[in-house]
């Protein structure tokens, strides 16, 4: 069973930084893309950081410059520091994987609980 936990969140002031990691675990083959979504009460999910097998990676326009996203191929983890915190970063981050249960099977995305951030000001 592929398990994604995503750890870090918290209350922090406006300005500040936050570092959110996520694990992944289970009978896994391969994993290809990794991302970063979030979640705000009354909103859509949206991706906000993108990060490919290669390390190849894409930002959503409002956390450019602020967010930087990337991953550990032997640890199977995908992490995201976030500097320069906004009230409007205010929402549930999510974790995603693109993964490969075994060698003659199709990827297939799996999503962690998500975690907690909320910006004070």
């Known amino acids: 069973q592929v398990q994604l936990v995503e750890s870090g969140g918290g209350l922090v002031q406006a300005g500040g930084s936050l570092r959110l990691s996520c694990v992944i675990s289970?009978?896994?083959?391969?994993?290809?893309?990794m991302g970063w979504y979030r979640q705000a009460p009354g909103k859509q999910r949206e991706l906000v950081a993108h990060i490919t097998s290669g390390g190849s990676t894409n930002y959503a326009d409002s956390v450019k410059g602020r967010f930087t996203i990337s991953r550990d191929n032997i640890k199977n983890t995908v992490s995201l520091r976030i500097n320069s915190l906004k009230a409007e970063d205010t929402a549930v981050y999510y974790c995603?994987?693109?993964?490969?249960?075994?060698?003659?099977?199709?990827?297939?995305?799996?999503w962690g609980q998500g975690t907690q951030v909320t910006v004070s000001s």
């Open positions: 995603n994987a693109d993964v490969r249960l075994r060698v003659a099977e199709p990827l297939r995305d799996y």
């Open positions: 289970g009978s896994i083959f391969s994993i290809d893309d």
